[in-house]
């Protein structure tokens, strides 16, 4: 009996709950985001990858320079567009973020878009896995987190529990581009996050715990019902019979190449679209479904083929299939996955 109720518990969580990444902040950082500036951090060239990429030759220098300037365009762009609060916001290099850091400049909340690590870690396994994160931070807790890619690190990867860098919110993506849909979802979270942080956070100042935010509530399928479910037609594993089964709400099969396109288009708020973000729960990138309008996740799934490579590493592009195809993990959407989300639209 205790057996089977064990089992229980761990479809329910499966099927039901979306537990982000996140630890919760103490309850002064998050009353405090809309009192400060929002500094967004700009990306600098790196000299020393200037003087090596300058003896290849001049198109690989090129290239760079030109992804760093597309990048910080983005930032420009996209950060205003769905930052959810009333900041005033500032874009600043990365030799002007260092010298707020350094000064401990409390007028300041730094924004930062950077490469980083997240860990896959069990008892005695401890993999690390190349990452790109949207960080939010104060700049008096900033001294490590603006050197280190390595935010969350017990240092010595022989346990299950990771110690936090002083970061106020953090979510990863598999990917380096920045585009709407994944601009829009973080902010999403982010607000979510910080107002249940301003009651349910630790009150005390200088303290903080691991507490793992459920930013999926079970009425988001009711959202889900109500949109169309685009399936990327090479994450497939099945026919279509086999979804129409499984799959009682509107949907369609899209190749990859078309989504971000309906997405950017969708004037009637109609569509939901499958995303990877690196999930705590399971310490691993997970398949989320989320709504294109408010970012809301409306279910999640972590059906994957796990293919773990001594030498890992995620391919930098600009279209959804290096997202899902990558040098670590092949996702699919299998006959497994079908009926989690089955049993999770019935509810």
Known sequence: MKGKFLFLVIIIFISLESKSQFSMPIQPWAKNIEKRVLVVQLEDENPKKVKKLKKKGGEELKRYRESISEQNE?????????????????????????????NKDKRYLILDYRYTKEIHQRVRTYRNFRAYSILVYYPEYGKKLIKSYMLDNNGKGSSKFLRRGEYVFKISFPHSFLNDRDIKFAFCQFEEFIERAKTKGWPRKMSRF???VANFNPNNTLILKERT????????TINEDQIKDAYKASYRIVPMADIDSLLNNDINNEYAYYNIVWSDKIRYWTLVIIDNITGKILAENPTVDKKF?????IPIGNSLITVFKTADVNY???EKHMKNLSDVMSQ
Do not use: C, Q, R
Request: charged content about 35%.
């Open 74 to 102: 983005k930032l420009k762009e996209l950060i205003p567009k769905y930052w959810p609060f009333d900041n005033k916001i500032e874009f600043k290099k990365t030799s002007e973020v260092e010298k707020i850091v350094k």
């Open 210 to 212: 691991a507490f793992k």
């Open 229 to 236: 479910l685009l399936f990327p037609e090479e994450l497939l």
């Open 309 to 313: 490579h001594l030498s890992v590493g």
């Open 332 to 334: 699919v959407i299998n």
